[in-house]
């Protein structure tokens, strides 16, 4: 695909991620400049928690009954709509674009088929911006994984590491490859290790603490190892249902103590990453590149890497950086989803864009 490439474009856009581990809604606004090369500059970044309704309908959404479930997407949306126009006006912003992530909710892509829910149309209703979101389907309908989709924000904003690895819900590294930009999933993290640490009562657990006071399990460390998952080439990706139908179900098998638990989870990660770096520098953001004794085994296991964990405002927004990315790549025509990640068909401009009501004042 041979994009239209605009001369200059400068645009405001402002990322929306939320992530499979619940964390919250992070929210990113970005200036873009494009001059035959993308230059960015966060202008501004929050964090919003979850009320506890909200995040319990989104953590059993895939239960829900089809009325149920679409009317969850409807609410959602107007919800991410109103967190948006708040966080404009509370700091005073010019926006011209949102691009936001949704909620994944199924990711099948064996079966060509992605839902992430959280309504365009209620976002752009709200704050009157036009606004895209629906990433993933395209790429998916072509055959692809639909993910991961932030290498390609890697390569485009991040191209002086050898290696981008992400520590969210889930895992994934991306990397230069010949022409190519390589990107899959690696392993679930924070999906599974806050789901541990709340039986503890605790939301995550803060510095890996717990997990590092705890004992790793061989046997188990040596099944979760073994999972076929592990041993398959990319391109691949990971969901929800993988975890809850071969992980959970694994660890519970061993009827370990939550601390020992969590760090055999640890060293699983650890494991894992260190299978995927050959050296050189990696760029670790996301909430994981926040626990200091998951990145400590990391360096342990693969000393052959230099784990760099950047400023706070990359650690925690870099993927609705990159979401903003996305969307302006999206108006800007030019591809924002890659076939050499994902195995679709051939690249592909990924999103649905809702026109906002641009008299609407904020």
Not at 276 to 297: K, P
């Amino acid at each position: 695909m041979k994009p239209q490439k605009p001369g200059n474009l400068a645009i405001d856009v402002v990322g929306l991620m939320s992530g499979t581990s619940l964390d919250g809604l992070d929210l990113c606004c970005v200036h873009f400049d494009y001059d035959g090369r993308w230059h960015y500059q966060i202008v501004r970044a929050e964090s919003v928690d979850y009320p506890a309704e909200l995040r319990e309908k989104l953590a059993t959404a895939q239960s829900m009954s089809a009325l149920d479930y679409a009317r969850l997407h409807s609410d959602y949306g107007l919800y991410l709509g109103a967190q948006v126009r708040e966080f404009i006006a509370r700091n005073g912003l010019q926006v011209d674009l949102i691009a936001s992530h949704g909620q994944t909710i199924f990711h099948q892509p064996a079966v060509r088929f992605t839902a992430q829910i959280g309504s365009g149309a209620g976002i752009a209703a709200e704050t009157g911006i036009d606004t895209v979101c629906d990433f993933r389907t395209t790429d998916v309908a072509l055959g692809g994984q639909g993910a991961p989709l932030v290498p390609i924000g890697d390569a485009v904003l991040f191209g002086d590491y050898e290696y981008c690895l992400n520590l969210g819900g889930f895992s994934n590294i991306s990397y230069a490859q010949a022409s190519a930009r390589i990107a899959y999933d690696i392993s679930p993290v924070n999906y599974v290790l806050n789901h541990y640490a709340g039986r503890l009562g605790m939301a995550f657990d803060r510095d890996g603490a717990t997990a590092h006071s705890g004992h790793v399990c061989a046997a188990l460390l040596d099944a979760l190892n073994a999972l076929p998952f592990y041993h398959q080439d990319g391109p691949k990706s990971l969901g929800r249902e993988w975890v809850e139908e071969a992980v959970y179900p694994l660890i519970e098998s061993f009827h370990l103590p939550v601390e020992d638990v969590l760090a055999t989870f640890v060293e699983h990660v650890a494991t894992q990453v260190g299978r995927h770096v050959q050296g050189g520098r990696v760029l670790v953001t996301g909430g994981g590149a926040r626990n200091v004794y998951l990145v400590e085994r990391m360096q342990t296991l693969a000393p052959q890497a230099q784990f760099v964990v950047p400023d706070p405002l990359t650690i925690d927004f870099k993927e609705a950086l990159i979401f903003a990315l996305l969307g302006a790549l999206y108006v800007a025509d030019m591809p924002n989803c890659l076939a050499s990640v994902t195995g679709a068909a051939h690249d592909n401009i990924g999103g649905c864009l809702y026109k906002g009501n641009k008299k609407k004042q904020i």
